[in-house]
């Protein structure tokens, strides 16, 4: 192939002197990508959609999941990646920027063969301004494995969604959207670990990250920490229109588990007021869905996102979650709940993402074992973490 300027070239936006065909980086676990999340009020239906480039591979792919009862309908996409950098497609799945920050929309097309499999097309409307998370670093044995750098941001969804038979109307008043844009460098599958990913294998990792909307505001909180609760990653933030953002402290998590398992039913999130006073950010789960069923997060046994599949490549299927025992893997990847929020008074919808994985010393869990009963596996059965935690930010 020539190596020729493409078309982004014409603007001025480069950070480094090379063609936007490239990135500043040779490590083969560049990324860039994105990830949406459009919830029912009621619980009934969660939709997770996202779109990735991997520019060192040569890889982009996209994929959706419906979680609609106990079903959960996937499509999942990849291709090679291409010059057009602005052509955010692939197979049926495409996101079209109609305002930067501002107005998108999500469409995956219907497949003829299956006019009962999942497809949308939906509008997404920003109510309130991006905002960054903080700058996300995780070494490995003494290697940086991830860097990134995200903003999010809570809106509503218009449209329509069609799966299982069903034609679900999306509404302003009765959904709410919300999505992050990451990039940098992260795990993707296929590159062997060495000694580090042998010998440095993480003890624990524990992992939440909440995107709330309220009518007047806009709540963020994550936190990431290691085994003893050591915490690596934080930020609580208050964002509304027109002020500035208001931090709002250190944020601690109580968290009321299913008996048995470390599935989460309700949590409620410790956080300070500007003038110190204490406040609660309460979450009710409504409904879940674990990435590591068909949206390709680790660890995924069926795909993975930035593997090579071919050109073309497109899987449709769909998931019986009415089994937990069915899916043992899911119970070691980040499960995005849709959640019902309170806080001073205020009611709100979002997700509440969490994984907790191997030993956590707040929470009293004391290994790998812990998680696997929750599926019914034997401590023998856990996958192999050697990989690292499955953290979606290692994630969107």
């Known amino acids: 192939m020539t190596d020729r300027p493409i078309a982004l070239d014409e603007y001025p936006v480069h950070q480094v002197p090379l063609s936007m065909r490239y990135v500043a980086t040779g490590d083969r676990n560049a990324y860039d990508r994105c990830i949406f ?6 619980g009934r239906a969660l939709l997770v959609a996202g779109l990735g480039v991997y520019p060192n591979t040569g890889v982009i792919d996209a ?50 063969a299956d006019p ?13 301004p991006a905002v960054w998370e903080p700058h996300h670093t995780q070494y490995r044995g003494g290697r940086l494995v991830l860097e990134g750098r995200r903003f999010v941001q809570a809106g509503t969804c218009t449209g329509t969604i069609h799966a299982g038979g069903e034609r679900l109307t999306v509404t302003a008043g009765e959904w709410t959207g919300t999505r992050d844009r990451s990039w940098g460098v992260r795990p993707i599958p296929g590159e062997d670990g060495g000694r ?43 964002v509304r229109n027109g002020t500035h953002d208001v931090q709002l402290g250190w944020p601690h998590a109580d968290i009321t588990y299913r008996p048995g398992t470390r599935h ?52 449709r299927r769909t998931y019986d979650l009415a089994d937990p025992a069915a899916h043992p893997r899911a ?11 309170t806080l001073d008074g205020r009611t709100g919808y979002g997700i509440f993402e969490h994984g907790s994985f191997g030993r956590h010393d707040p929470s009293g869990f004391t290994g790998h074992a812990d998680a696997a009963a929750a599926v019914g596996a034997s401590p023998d059965e856990a996958p192999d973490r050697s990989e690292g935690p499955a953290s979606p930010k290692e994630r969107s």
Request: proline share 6%.
């Open 37 to 42: 999340h459009v919830m029912d009020h009621t």
């Open 116 to 128: 009962d499999g999942l497809s949308c097309d939906l509008v997404w409307h920003a109510a309130f």
């Open 264 to 315: 989460p039913e309700h949590a409620v999130l410790h956080l300070t007021g500007p003038s110190r006073e204490p406040l609660e950010l309460s979450a009710e789960i409504l409904t879940s869905s674990p990435l590591a069923v068909g949206a390709g997060y680790p660890p995924a046994d069926d795909w993975q996102h930035g593997t090579w599949r071919g050109r073309g490549w497109t899987d």
């Open 196 to 238: 580090a990913a042998e010998e440095a294998r993480p003890e624990g990792f524990h992992w939440i990250w909440c995107p709330v909307r309220f009518d007047d505001r806009f709540v963020m909180v994550v936190v990431q920490e290691d085994a003893d609760g050591h915490r690596t990653l934080n930020e609580a933030l208050l």
């Open 331 to 341: 119970a070691y990847g980040v499960t995005d709940h849709a959640a019902r929020f």
């Open 63 to 112: 994929y959706a999941t419906l979680r609609l009862g106990d079903r959960l309908h996937a499509v999942r996409a990849s291709d090679a990646l291409t010059d057009d950098r602005l052509a955010l497609a692939v197979g049926p799945l495409t996101i079209t920027v109609d305002r930067p920050l501002e107005r998108l929309r999500l469409h995956c097309a219907a497949d003829p």
